[in-house]
């Protein structure tokens, strides 16, 4: 689809917050994390100015991305999109991630934890960009994201982390 379809399809979608990336978690399961909204607090503004920095999204037919962690019993980072709302513009794109090695993050490694949601917060733009042909921005994501490890699937893995998390020496 040309670039000018999707700039149409912009028109009326206004966003009162300005951004480019929203945050919010669901659990599939039972469990709880008390450190996960300190964490967001942390990951939005470096993801805001990444995206904002960048103008990713300019040629896309939404203004901003919501990322939903479903909180579930394994890790899956293939997006499952949403349509874009036509009011605010934004874009779901939820990705699933074990609950029990983010409550064992929460409680004994918070670095961990908040690296966990900034990785699956950029896998999950990677495959936006994919999805509405943003190639040109994709590096600059991808870059971003070659600075962290994989997120672990199992608490061994987990536990193997140190202080700092998954970002790479």
């Known amino acids: 689809m ?10 009326g979608m206004t966003d009162p917050f300005d951004r480019r990336i929203g945050i919010i978690g669901v ?29 990713v999204w300019a040629q896309a037919p939404f203004l901003s991305v919501l990322i939903v962690y479903q ?5 899956n980072l293939k997006v499952d999109f949403r349509k874009p709302n036509k009011k605010y513009g934004d874009l779901g794109a939820d990705i699933e991630l074990d609950m029990h090695i983010l409550e064992w993050a929460d409680q004994n490694n918070y670095d961990l934890l908040r690296d966990i949601f900034m ?20 590096p600059i994501i991808e870059a971003e994201l ?10 061994t893995e987990a536990q193997e982390y140190g202080e700092n998390g998954l970002l790479r020496d």
């Open 71 to 75: 909180y579930g019993i394994k890790n």
């Open 146 to 155: 070659a600075k962290y490890h994989p997120i672990p699937n199992t608490l």
């Open 119 to 138: 990785v699956a917060a950029l896998e999950a733009l990677v495959q936006v960009c994919q999805k509405y042909k943003l190639d040109d921005k994709m």
């Open 27 to 55: 659990a599939l399961v039972f469990g709880s994390l008390k450190n996960s909204g300190k964490s967001w607090d942390e990951i939005d503004p470096i993801l805001d100015h990444l995206l904002s920095s960048n103008d």
């Open 2 to 11: 040309p670039v000018k379809d999707y700039l149409k399809r912009r028109q």
